[in-house]
């Protein structure tokens, strides 16, 4: 069965982090996913917009649920912080009457209304909840066995959790489930549930750096080969600014950072040049010669197959 959704790519996955958006395309007809992109769809208004003129962000998100409920097909988004903000701003589209149609009136300009009928959903809700983490297991036919990998959730996936309703933002689930669907095992540490700093670097840099350095240094200690995160903010934290944050806790990582299409398209053995693993800062190689070394004949993981 194909499940069909409106994608939301958001600004990142078409900007600063194309190989999200490059890595997402490429997994989605083996996970049964089809999707018409939002082509015209705008940005979600996180960080800066929502602050200055909240009203002008939920207009914003508004005609984006438009589209998406003109062509009948719920919301799909790549990007974590894109699912909080999103989230946010339908849950008051849908619960004030009022607002909505006061948002509509904006709206009608380009012949676009917004009823209330749209759910957003990040991928990661996807992969768990509709495509089942027994398809994706399936379909993992080069499993990353022998890889211990360290899930990164971020803050906007997770909270406001009464309102997400999708994981424990305290113990979450999700991503330890589809890191060990893929054949891979997860690594255990506070981290994974705390900010990566990315809201905080233009305003406090040591502060941001820390906190980044603390996540990084806590995975790295536990073992971690690499990491693992469904936001592109958190992505470019932890690769981006790595070097710089092991600096400020005196320390030296060299962790791959995994986008989450990554991962799964890895299991499933598309190409890493086809998931733009090249375009990262922190070399993913030491990562996929591991990879690579288990699915030889006559590796454990092999002769378990």
Not at 52 to 67: G, I, M, S, W, Y
Not at 221 to 243: F, N, R
């Amino acid at each position: 069965m194909t499940l069909k959704y409106a994608f939301y790519p958001g600004c990142a996955a078409k900007g600063a982090t194309p190989e999200l958006y490059q890595s997402t395309m490429a997994i989605l007809a083996h996970l049964g996913l089809e999707v018409v992109e939002l082509e015209a769809a705008s940005c979600c208004g996180a960080g800066v917009l929502t602050e200055k003129d909240p009203e002008v962000a939920l207009t914003l998100n508004a005609r984006t649920f438009a589209q998406a409920e003109r062509l009948g097909l719920d919301v799909m988004t790549i990007c974590g912080t894109c699912q909080g903000v999103m989230a946010q701003a339908n849950k008051r589209l849908q619960d004030d009457p009022e607002l909505r149609q006061r948002v509509n009136r904006l709206l009608q300009e380009e012949g676009l209304t917004y009823e209330g009928r749209v759910q957003v959903k990040h991928l990661l809700w996807i992969v768990v909840k509709e495509v089942g983490l027994k398809r994706l297991a399936e379909r993992s036919q080069f499993p990353l066995a022998d890889i211990r990998i360290a899930p990164f959730y971020g803050c906007y996936i997770l909270r406001p959790s009464w309102l997400l309703g999708f994981d424990d933002p305290e113990h979450p689930t999700s991503l330890e489930k589809v890191i060990r669907a893929v054949g891979a095992e997860p690594v255990m540490y506070s981290g994974r549930t705390k900010c990566c700093g990315f809201p905080v670097i233009l305003e406090r840099e040591a502060v941001a750096l820390a906190m980044n350095g603390n996540n990084l240094k806590e995975a790295k200690e536990e073992g971690a080969d690499c990491l693992v995160t469904p936001c592109p903010l958190c992505h470019m934290s932890l690769d981006i600014y790595q070097e710089r944050a092991g600096h400020a806790v005196r320390a030296n990582f060299n962790l791959p950072i995994l986008h989450l299409p990554q991962l799964i398209g890895l299991a499933m053995g598309i190409p890493a040049q086809q998931l733009g693993t090249a375009r990262h800062l922190i070399p993913v190689e030491s990562l996929l010669t591991k990879h690579r070394r288990t699915q030889q004949p006559g590796s454990q993981s092999a002769q378990s197959e």
